[in-house]
């Protein structure tokens, strides 16, 4: 079987090739990069000689079509909207199955911050994502959309507790990466990039929708703020989370919610410290005038503020996750909750952001390769990782040290 990862030479790209080059029914692993000395790094990296390094432009139609022919299923772990809907376009028009870990429901993709995405002349932006899922059934092709951590592990988890009992009611997603509590105090905003920055900045800003008293509303990004106490697996830290965008899907595949909102996970201070950035204008895209030049004040600030936040050396990172569900299982009150806490692997380099996104891409990808889902078109997670799949999938993650605490008051 023969696997692409475009993206490849990232963080989390590297790590879904890595996960990729221990299995022994996987013969080939693409790589795909614009520098052929940061793929060459990557592969030295995995010491695999089954990574294949290929210089792409994502622009370059042509060139996608024909490196994609020679696979059976690709990752994408691409840094923005314009790059993801690039490939994501390319491989349901020429057949090729692929899971994307990017924060968006390519079938209602957001409408705020578009990051260059190229909409076809005459559609909307609903239309060019129907038109995706409806050009993937055509071909033939299955696209698990949003799967990593959140949105993808969110999903997964949430997914499966809504099966489980008879009325889901509240469902609300706390998940984030941030680092070690020891590098925290490092940094400005208690923060340190594991993430493209630019990218997470804009989940800041952008409006979003959350269900509200079952209704569909759309609110401010970064809002909505709740402080949690986390005491398992040996914890007992306080945390703060706000509303983002990152498992929208679940808008739009689980409706019969009450209530739902996903939630980004931070140290306490960091949302204050965003919420003062957002009020003196720094986190605003368009330019301002400044000694007669046109600046954007998030460029600028990015420009100053991404080499404080890069971590340092012996730095690491925690990936923080905390779901709940609420609803009825007969006349019974119930409440189901998945609770995580990763560390980076310092062994092998990988981060536990890269862990807990290209994991379970890497999973994802397996089963797309051994034909193990047979839905096709836009796929979300929550829709698709179920039953013996669910089961397995779990069993996977336990086996690569991710470990996902269920706990539940179904049996009392």
């Known amino acids: 079987m023969k696997a692409v990862v475009f993206g490849g030479s990232g963080k989390v790209g590297s790590a879904v090739a890595w996960d990729l080059s221990r299995d022994d029914s996987i013969d080939t692993i693409g790589i795909t990069g614009r520098n052929l000395n940061t793929l060459e790094k990557t592969k030295k990296w995995i010491g695999s000689s089954k990574i294949v390094p290929h210089v792409i432009d994502v622009n370059d139609k042509t060139a996608l079509t024909a490196l994609m022919s020679r696979y059976d299923a690709g990752a994408l772990a691409l840094p923005d909207r314009k790059t993801s809907y690039k490939v994501v376009h390319a491989a349901v028009e020429n057949g090729l199955n692929i899971v994307d870990m990017l924060e968006e429901y390519h079938r209602r993709p957001d409408a705020y911050e578009i990051e260059g995405l190229e909409i076809p002349e005459g559609m909307t932006l609903d239309q060019y994502g129907d038109w995706i899922h409806e050009a993937a ?44 509590k020891k590098a925290a105090a490092n940094h400005p905003l208690r923060y340190m990039i594991t993430w493209a920055f630019e ?39 306080t945390l703060e989370c706000a509303v983002t965008p990152g498992m929208p899907s679940f808008i739009y595949t689980r409706p019969e919610l009450r209530e739902f909102a996903e939630k980004t996970v931070r140290w306490p201070g ?46 690491t990172d925690v990936c923080v996750m905390y779901n709940t569900l609420t609803g009825k299982k007969g006349r019974k009150n119930v409440k189901i909750e998945y609770f995580m806490w990763d560390k980076a692997d310092t062994k092998n380099d990988i981060s536990s952001m890269a862990r807990v996104t290209g994991f379970p891409v890497a999973i994802a990808l397996r089963l797309l390769l051994k034909g193990r889902i047979s839905a096709k078109g836009i796929v979300p997670p929550e829709d698709c990782i179920k039953g013996e799949i669910y089961d397995w999938f779990m069993k996977e993650l336990k086996k690569r040290n991710i470990k996902i605490l269920e706990v539940s008051n179904l049996k009392k």
């Open 199 to 237: 990218h997470v900045l804009r989940e800041y800003m952008i409006k979003l929708k959350v269900i509200k008293n079952g209704k569909v509303v759309e609110v401010n990004a970064a809002t909505d703020l709740e402080p949690f106490l986390f005491d398992k697996f040996g914890k007992n830290e």
């Open 137 to 180: 059934i055509k071909n033939n092709v299955t696209f698990i959309d949003g799967m990593g951590f959140a949105p993808g592990l969110s999903n997964v988890t949430l997914g499966e507790g809504i099966r489980k009992i008879d009325k889901a009611e509240k469902a609300v997603a706390r998940v984030g990466g941030i680092p070690s």
């Open 270 to 315: 960091h949302w204050q410290g965003v919420q003062t950035l957002k009020e003196c204008g720094l986190l605003d895209i368009e330019p301002v005038s400044f000694e007669g030049a046109e600046i954007a004040p998030r460029e600028f600030l990015l420009s100053l503020i991404t080499p404080r936040l890069k971590a340092r050396e012996g730095e």
